[in-house]
């Protein structure tokens, strides 16, 4: 099983590959606090016995890398198994595409979820 996540200020876009091969959007994570975001995500891949996270990081634009160390940083209060394989893939559009699937940025974090599936789609295809 392969988790992807878009990580935002507010919500936390959440896909799934379960057979290493789809892509299928998942229930967002809703962020009240980082901490709070974190053990949730924590949570979400242990209990899909994900052997990789693939996280979106922007890339190009005047806060590229302020936005990659947000997330970064994320990453690094997840409470994830060492043997779990971290992948960071170019998220660059997806919410432009995403908006082309989901009519709006829905609040429930949908239109996230949908943005989260983009990315994890862009790794399956480099695999």
Known sequence: M???????????????????????????????????????????IRSRAAHTLVVGVPRGGSSEEEMERRIKHFVGLLDLDSNLKVEFVDESYSSAEASEFASDRARDGRFDSVAATIILERYLRGL
Request: a positive charge.
């Open 2 to 44: 392969i988790v992807a996540l878009d990580v935002g200020l507010k919500r936390i876009g959440v896909a799934v590959a379960p057979d290493d091969k789809t892509a299928l959007p998942s229930e967002p994570v809703l962020r009240r606090n980082r901490n709070q975001a974190a053990f949730e995500v924590s949570n979400l």
